[in-house]
C-alpha cells in the first residue's frame, strides 16, 4: 500500500523549494536549498489531514480561492500546548503548495484524497447536530455556526443541525426517528445535553437489538453511531476527560478526522428497572448535597456550584450507608498505580480484547459477563457498612477544570472498571483536606478515612432503621426539594397518602400541614436536624431513589476523541525521527 500510494516531486511553499514525499501515511516536505543540517522536515500524518483544495485556499474569515491552476492547499491539525491544561488544543493549520505544472497538481490532490480514504475508514460524511442554545453562556449557535460549520464544510461534511426547543428533544428524536445515514451524532451543549444523546442512542440500539435495559444482568449491544462533543456547557466535563481540553476547534477537529475514542458506561437500576445511565459520576452524600443546593441557585450560573460546596461543606453532613461492591481484576490495574489513562492507553487495548474477544460466538460473551451478576458469583460481593462523607463511583477519572487529574486520576476511559471511592465520616478539617487535594498533584486518596477500590458493579441500601426516616423524608417534601418533574426514564414516585400514612407509622411521627407541602433543604448551621439520607448525583442529574444497583458496561459507546495526549510528548523529532527514543506525538 505504501508504495501504491508513494508520490515525491519538488514543490514550492512562498518562494522555498521543498522536496514533498507522500507515502501511505505521513505528507512530509524538506526544504532543498539548505545545508544539511538546517533542513527541517515538516510531517503530517495523512490521519490528520482535515482536507485537499485546488488553490490557494483560505477559510476564514470567508472562503477565498486563487490561483486554481497549479497551486493546491493542505489542511491539517497542527498541536499547540494549552497553556492551564494537561491537553493540547487542536488548531487548523494550512499550507499552500505550486506545482511546476496542472497535470502534478492534480496528481497530489488526487493521490491526498485518496490517501484520505484509505488511512481514515472512520471520517464521518453525514452528523446530525444537536444545539441547546441555553447550554452554559447560551453561546451554542454561535460557537457551531463560526467556529464548527466551517470546518465540517471544509472536510466535506454534511450535517443536519436541530436548535433543541425543548429538554429530552435530542433523547427523544435519537430514540424515535429515522437515523440512516448517519455517521454520528454531535452535541453542542455540557454535560446534560451530552446525557440527553448518550441515553437516546444507548436506548435505540438496545431497543433495535432487543435487548431489556431493566435487567442489569443483561449485556447491553454497544451504540455503532459515534458521539461528538463541542464544549458549549457551563459543566463540560466528559469533553475535559476524554479530549484534556475544553475548546470547540479542538473538538471538530477530532469529530473531522474520525478519531474514536471508546467509553465505559455506568447503569444504574432500582427495583428491576433503569433509573439512568453515567459515564462520570454517580455520588451520594457531599456531591448529591452540592447538586441538590445548586438547583436553588441556577442564576447565579456556573458560580452557584461553588456557592453550594462552600454551604454544603459548612453543614458538615455524613449519611449511613451499606456499599456491596464487586471488586474489579486486581492484577489487571488498581486505583492507586499511579498511571495515567492517556491517548493509545494500554490497559483500555487489552480491555478491549478481554470485553469483545474474538469470538463469532455471540453467546458466548453473552455468558461470560452474564455470570457476574449470577447467583453463583454472589460470594465475589464485598460489603461495608457505616457512616460516609461521600460515597462516589466513576467510570473515569472525571478530570475538568477545577480538578485537573480528577476523582480517580488512574480510573481508565474504557477498562470495563469504575472506581468506588468511600469517604468516612471525619472531622470537617480533614474532609477539606481530601477536598483540596482534588484541585492539586496530592494523593487524595492517601488519608485514612479514604479508601478506594476499583469495581465492576455496587449496590448502595440504607441501613433498616433510616429506611423508614427515608420514606418519611420523602414523603414530607425533605428529600433535598426534588422536583416532581421528569427525572430520566423513572417519574419520581407517586407519593400517595397511603405510603404518608406508613411513613407517619412507621417512624412514629406526625407530619403537620406545613411539612406536607413545603419542601427545605435542611441546613446544618442553622436547623436542628439534617437529614438522614443524601440524594444521588448521577453525572448532574438528582436520582429519586436512594438504594441503587450500578454495573459498568465496558466500552459501550464510542466518541469522536482519542482520549488525553500527553503534553511532555510534544517535540519536533522531524530530522532525526528514527533515532527518536520519546513517545513522540508529532511524527508519529
Ligand atoms: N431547548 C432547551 N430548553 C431547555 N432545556 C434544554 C434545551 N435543550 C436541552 N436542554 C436541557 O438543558 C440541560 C442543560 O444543558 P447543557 O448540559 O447543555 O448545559 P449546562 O449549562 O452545562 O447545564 P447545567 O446547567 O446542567 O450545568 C440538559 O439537561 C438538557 O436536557
Ligand atoms: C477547598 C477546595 C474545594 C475544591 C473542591 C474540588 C472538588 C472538585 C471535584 C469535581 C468533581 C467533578 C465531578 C463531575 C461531575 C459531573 O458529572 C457533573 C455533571 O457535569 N457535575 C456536577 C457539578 O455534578
Ligand atoms: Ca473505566
Not at 476564514?60 to 493540547?88: I, N, W
Not at 428524536?173 to 451524532?185: A, Q, R
Not at 484541585?439 to 488519608?447: E, I, M, R, V
Not at 441501613?463 to 414530607?476: L, N, Q, T
Request: glycine letters at 8%; aromatic letters at 8%; one cysteine or more.
Amino acid at each position: 500500500m505504501e508504495t501504491d500510494l508513494r508520490l515525491e516531486s519538488s514543490l514550492w511553499v512562498g518562494n522555498k523549494r521543498y522536496r514533498a514525499v507522500l507515502t501511505g501515511w505521513h505528507l512530509r516536505w524538506t526544504e532543498v536549498d539548505k545545508k544539511d543540517r538546517d533542513k527541517k522536515t515538516i510531517s503530517v500524518p495523512v490521519a490528520e489531514v482535515v482536507g485537499v483544495e485546488e488553490g490557494r485556499v483560505e477559510i476564514l474569515p470567508q472562503k477565498l480561492v486563487e490561483d486554481k491552476d497549479k497551486e493546491f492547499t493542505v489542511f491539517y491539525v497542527k498541536r499547540s500546548s494549552s497553556g492551564g491544561s494537561f491537553g493540547l488544543l487542536w488548531r487548523l493549520g494550512r499550507t499552500q503548495f505550486s506545482c511546476p505544472s496542472r497535470v502534478l497538481r492534480d496528481q497530489w490532490t488526487k493521490q491526498l484524497r485518496t490517501a484520505l480514504k484509505t488511512h481514515s475508514p472512520l471520517r464521518p460524511h453525514r452528523l446530525l447536530v444537536f444545539i441547546n442554545p441555553f447550554g452554559g453562556k447560551r453561546k451554542g449557535r454561535k460557537i457551531y455556526h463560526s467556529l464548527v460549520a466551517p470546518l465540517f464544510e471544509l472536510a466535506g461534511i454534511s450535517s443536519h443541525v436541530i436548535v433543541t426547543e425543548w429538554a429530552n428533544q435530542a433523547r427523544d428524536h435519537l430514540l424515535k426517528k429515522d437515523l440512516t445515514g448517519f455517521d454520528g451524532v454531535v452535541c453542542v451543549g455540557g454535560d446534560g445535553m451530552f446525557s440527553e444523546i448518550l441515553h437516546g442512542l444507548i436506548g435505540r440500539t438496545q431497543q433495535e437489538a432487543g435487548l431489556c435495559e431493566n435487567d442489569p444482568a443483561v449485556t447491553l449491544q454497544p451504540c455503532s453511531l459515534h458521539i461528538g462533543i463541542i464544549p458549549a456547557g457551563s459543566t463540560d466535563c466528559v469533553c475535559y476527560a476524554t479530549v484534556g481540553v475544553i475548546d470547540p476547534v479542538t473538538s471538530a477537529l477530532h469529530i473531522i478526522i474520525g478519531d474514536s475514542q471508546p467509553l465505559d458506561v455506568c447503569s444504574v437500576h432500582h427495583a428491576s428497572a433503569l433509573v439512568r445511565y453515567s459515564v462520570s459520576l454517580v455520588g451520594y452524600g457531599f456531591y448529591g448535597d452540592v447538586l441538590a443546593e445548586s438547583e436553588k441557585h441556577r442564576w447565579m450560573g456556573p458560580l452557584r456550584y461553588d456557592y453550594s460546596g462552600a454551604m454544603v461543606y459548612l453543614s458538615n453532613r455524613s449519611y449511613a450507608g451499606i456499599i456491596q461492591y464487586l471488586p474489579a481484576d486486581p492484577m489487571i490495574s488498581t486505583p492507586r498505580d499511579k498511571t495515567r489513562c492517556l491517548s493509545g492507553c494500554s490497559v483500555c487495548s487489552r480491555s478491549t480484547e478481554r470485553l469483545f474477544p474474538h469470538s463469532s460466538d455471540s453467546a458466548s460473551l453473552y455468558s461470560s459477563h452474564f455470570s457476574q451478576f449470577s447467583s453463583d458469583s454472589e460470594g465475589e460481593w464485598q460489603s461495608v457498612e457505616g457512616r460516609f462523607k461521600c460515597v462516589s463511583l466513576t467510570c473515569m477519572s472525571s478530570s475538568c477544570p477545577r480538578s485537573p487529574l480528577g476523582l480517580s486520576p488512574s480510573a481508565h476511559l474504557a477498562d470495563g472498571t469504575g472506581d468506588l471511592i468511600l469517604v468516612w465520616d471525619t472531622h470537617p478539617l480533614g474532609f477539606l483536606k481530601f477536598l483540596h487535594r482534588h484541585t492539586s498533584t496530592q494523593d487524595q486518596f492517601d488519608l485514612p478515612f479514604v479508601e478506594v477500590h476499583r469495581v465492576k458493579a455496587i449496590r448502595f441500601l440504607l441501613p433498616s432503621s433510616d429506611k423508614a426516616e427515608e420514606a418519611y423524608e420523602e414523603i414530607m417534601g425533605q428529600g433535598h426539594g426534588r422536583a416532581e418533574e421528569e427525572r430520566g426514564y423513572q417519574e419520581t414516585v407517586n407519593r400517595s397518602s397511603s405510603q404518608q400514612h406508613l411513613a407517619e407509622k412507621s417512624t412514629g411521627r406526625e407530619m403537620t400541614n406545613e411539612q406536607k407541602t413545603a419542601s427545605p433543604f435542611l441546613c446544618g448551621l442553622c436547623c436542628s436536624k439534617s437529614p438522614s439520607v443524601s440524594v444521588w448525583n448521577c453525572d448532574g442529574e438528582i436520582l429519586p431513589f436512594t438504594e441503587i444497583l450500578c454495573r459498568i458496561h465496558g466500552q459501550l459507546v464510542r466518541l469522536y476523541a482519542r482520549g488525553i495526549e500527553d503534553s511532555t510528548n510534544i517535540h519536533d523529532c522531524s530530522e532525526q525521527h528514527d533515532k527518536c527514543e520519546r513517545r513522540c506525538i508529532l511524527n508519529k
